[in-house]
Each structure stands twice: as structure tokens, then as C-alpha cells.
């Protein structure tokens, strides 16, 4: 039974690591748009996570998927994934085939996905981007029951945002 459930989470996995493309430059275009000169916003980070969070779940219910239940256990992947985009000054998608293996290994989760986005300075320019992104959107409508969210800030205070989804039977 162990084998089936392993061939099933490599077959999911490599079905959602195809679907996770790298940013490319136009989407980079986008993403940073939100930091507008020398305008300082402040943002909250713990705030910009439940608001978020609440919007992509509106979203998902409005279009008739499920809303997606915390994953507090996924979280510190999400946060160190922000860590690893501030130390590099750039979005990426990168270790992301390792970071799903961990986390379906303590999750049980079938199917791991991510979003990221920076410098957004509200939670609905946030959901605008990824709406705008087919990649990110497909990821964010998808079929998952779960799902983790950190935002933290750079040294300038600029927001840099991870998603995590996961579908957990």
C-alpha cells in the first residue's frame, strides 16, 4: 500500500512541479509594481497573511472551490522560503521540488503548490497579481484542501510573500 501511495505522491508531484513555472521577466514587471518611488507604506505582516488568506478564500468560494484550511505544520517552509527570496533580492520558485517533497513527507498531502509574489503593498493588489498570472491563478483555483502563508519584509520593509497549497486525503 506504501507504494502505491509513493508512485501516486511522485506522479503528483511531478504533475505540480510542471505546472510551477519560474517567474519570468514580464510577471517580475508585475510583481513589483506595487512599490510605488519613494513612498514608504508600512505593512503589517501578520495582518497582510489573515487578509490574504480571507481573500483567496472568498475567492476560491466564489467560483465554487472549497475553502482551504490552515496548515500551521507547513508554515516554517513558507517563512524560510521568504528568507531565502529576501537574502537573494528576487522572486523565485526555486528548491521547490525539495521543499514539497518535506512537506507531503509531514503532511500526507498528495499535491503541493506554491505562489509568490513581493512587494505588494496590500492584500488585494497581492490577489490581483496572482489572478493576472495563469501559472499562479491555476495554483490558486486548484484542487487543494490546505494551505500556509507567510509574509515578511526586507531590510526596506518591502513585503515578500510565499503561498503554500497542499491537498491532504
Keep these: ?70 496548515s500551521p505544520s507547513s508554515y516554517k517552509y513558507a517563512e524560510e522560503h521568504n528568507q531565502y527570496m529576501i537574502s537573494k533580492g528576487k522572486l523565485s520558485h526555486d528548491n521547490f521540488e525539495d521543499r514539497a517533497t518535506r512537506i507531503a513527507a509531514e503532511t500526507d498531502a498528495i499535491g503541493v503548490s506554491e505562489n509568490v509574489a513581493r512587494y505588494y ?29 507567510s509574509v515578511q519584509l526586507d531590510k526596506d520593509g518591502r513585503p515578500y510573500y510565499t503561498q503554500i497549497f497542499l491537498k491532504v486525503e
Design 1 to 70: 500500500m506504501k507504494k502505491i501511495y509513493g508512485k501516486l505522491l511522485v506522479i503528483s508531484l511531478a504533475f505540480v512541479v510542471s505546472m510551477c513555472s519560474t517567474t519570468s521577466q514580464q510577471d517580475e514587471q508585475e510583481y513589483t509594481e506595487a512599490f510605488l518611488g519613494n513612498e514608504k507604506v508600512t505593512v503589517d505582516p501578520v495582518s497582510m497573511e489573515k487578509d490574504l488568506l480571507d481573500l483567496v478564500n472568498q475567492h476560491r468560494t466564489s467560483i465554487g472551490e472549497n475553502v482551504l484550511q490552515n
Design 121 to 149: 503593498t496590500s492584500a488585494e493588489k497581492t490577489l490581483e497579481g496572482w489572478l493576472n498570472s495563469s501559472s499562479h491563478k491555476e495554483a490558486m483555483e486548484g484542487d487543494f484542501t490546505h494551505s500556509t502563508l
